[in-house]
């Protein structure tokens, strides 16, 4: 990251984590970079970047492409008949009795 970058934190509520690291670039520059982060307790993003900070219209724009993607993601999980939500077992261990 260049001399002269500025972070600022953007609350996460009704932006994809996915959306807004697919399109922080085009909105900051190509040195723009963003990762989840909590300030004062809400959990949103830490933008770094030496170009302008997001803009209201921007962040709107973010929100936006946000809903389509997840309106797409859960149709594609419609498809293959996928409940969203569903518990999903990660490196579970069966009990071996002595």
Not at 19 to 30: M, T, W
Not at 56 to 63: G, R, S, T, V
Not at 64 to 72: D, F, I, L, T, V
Request: charged share 25%; aromatic share 8%.
């Amino acid at each position: 990251m260049a001399a002269g970058a500025n972070s600022y934190f953007v609350p996460g509520f009704g932006i994809s984590r996915a959306v807004i690291q697919n399109e922080i670039r085009y909105h900051c520059g190509p040195d723009a970079i963003v990762r989840p982060y909590t300030h004062l307790g809400r959990d949103g993003f830490l933008v770094t970047t030496a170009g302008p900070p997001l803009t209201k219209a921007q962040i709107d724009d973010l929100k936006q492409s946000s809903r389509e993607y997840e309106e797409k993601q859960s149709r594609r999980a419609d498809e293959t008949d996928v409940f969203v939500n569903q518990p999903i077992p990660v490196g579970h261990r069966t009990r071996r009795s002595s």
